[in-house]
């Protein structure tokens, strides 16, 4: 029964992509590698150096997100829609090469030594949150799409010709309704969530977990989501107790844990930045990524700016980051007080300019239409993807213990 409740909480989810070429290339070396070396001397050096090149592919890949080509900033501004597509493409990329580095060929007692010991926990620890906080950006996705319904409706009315009272005061009811839409606060804007579950459930102890969580079996809460839930508290916890390790830890592994787990606090905090979610205040106080190593360096420059974004949003309270919705609220407060202050006949400067934001809205629009349902489906595969990771190292957590009482 609880097998069945995982297989349809995935499906819901959407199956698996495959993974990019650059990670599939990274993962079949690493699986030649180990396949070699199992039987031979200097294993440990060789697993340092497909670490460094893990580290390496996280620098290149954060690179490129903050210093894109010119023509491409034009086309995909930090925040859009498909820039985002890129962020969750980088998340991906780096779990499957994580998990080729960390699990793929793993001895089991490896994982179970200090400091992994307690690093392990809080990793699932902070994946459980991760979960929820797809799923609370998924929801937000469902209310930008709403957005959009509401400017369609806004341009259609305002692209006859010519344009008459009636398809003003139909573009003014729909305009006065986006911008409420996008000014409620936070707290408040996702109280008609109530289709929204949590992911899944037994916040215990990871170390202490139970074969069947080991073996994937989750069981689903099937709760709405408290009125009370915190996109930002939930940002916070992630962030508790994630810090650099020290020192030289016996098998290395203790980096790719700590990369992994800031890559996926990042983008969840980012996430959370775009998509409208209940109670995002105080996002602009992040965490701290470091800078002084080669791989923190990009990543750290695009928390910045989105930190000095998002201290700016809080002061307008407006619906988030996401570049599409913040020009739709722009032109949506531009194009009220024309129609709120419409006379006929209108004069042919002021429509010529009219019907010029109706065109950028209108292809704000179609951008909304090509690129939401495509978001929501990566974020359906990141979700899938950390309940598989997980599910991958607790498995190996309880194949130590056996090894344990066996011996």
């Known amino acids: 029964m609880l097998l069945v409740f995982l297989v349809c909480s995935l499906n819901l989810w959407g199956k698996e992509m495959p993974a990019t070429e650059y990670s599939s290339s990274f993962l079949g070396r690493i699986t030649i590698r180990r396949n ?11 697993e340092l150096e497909d670490i460094e090149v893990f580290k390496k592919n996280v620098a290149d890949r954060f690179t490129d997100l903050l210093s894109p080509p010119d023509e491409v900033i034009c086309t995909e501004p930090l925040m859009s829609i498909s820039w985002l597509r890129k962020l969750l493409d ?3 990329s780096c779990e499957a090469e994580f998990k080729a580095v960390f699990i793929m060929g793993r001895d089991p007692s490896q994982i179970c030594k200090p400091p992994l010991d ?24 469902d209310s930008v799409q709403q957005c959009q319904k509401l400017a369609e409706i806004v341009v259609s009315a305002l692209e006859q010709k010519p344009i008459g009272e009636g398809q003003v005061n139909r573009a003014k009811k729909a305009l006065s309704s986006l911008l409420t839409a996008m000014m409620v606060d ?6 008609k969530g109530a289709e929204r579950t949590w992911s899944f459930g037994r916040r215990g102890n990871t170390a202490g977990a139970s074969k069947e969580r080991a073996t994937g079996n989750f069981r689903s809460l099937s709760m709405i989501v408290a009125k009370n839930w915190s996109a930002s508290k939930q940002i916070q916890a992630m962030c508790s107790n994630l810090v650099a390790p020290r ?17 996926m606090v990042f983008v969840m905090w980012t996430l959370v ?14 965490f701290q990524i470091p800078r002084n190593l080669v791989w923190g360096q990009s990543m750290s420059g695009l928390q910045e700016k989105i930190a000095e974004e998002w201290k700016k949003k809080e002061k307008k309270c407006s619906a988030g980051l996401l570049q599409e919705m913040q020009r739709m609220e722009m032109l949506g407060q531009s194009l009220f007080e024309f129609a709120d202050g419409f006379q006929f006949p209108t004069e042919t400067q002021k429509m010529d300019e009219v019907r010029t934001q109706v065109a950028e809205l209108a292809g704000i629009c ?19 993807r950390i309940v598989g990771s997980r599910s991958q190292v607790l498995e ?10 066996v011996v």
């Open 366 to 384: 179609r951008r909304m239409e090509e690129g939401l349902v495509p978001l929501q489906m990566q974020i359906r595969e990141v979700f899938h």
């Open 90 to 92: 980088v998340f991906l």
């Open 273 to 286: 930045a775009a998509v409208p979610c209940q109670d995002r205040g105080g996002l602009a106080s992040h």
């Open 186 to 191: 936070d707290k408040e804007n996702h109280c």
């Open 396 to 405: 190996l957590v309880d194949a130590d213990k056996v090894s344990q009482l």
């Open 118 to 141: 307690r690093l392990i926990p809080e990793f699932m620890e902070r994946a459980v949150k991760a979960l929820d906080i797809c799923n609370a950006v998924s929801s937000g996705i």
């Open 36 to 46: 070699q070396v199992i039987s031979m001397d200097g294993t440990h050096e060789l």
């Open 247 to 263: 020192g030289v830890e016996p098998t290395g592994l203790a980096a790719p844990v700590y990369i992994m787990s800031t890559v």
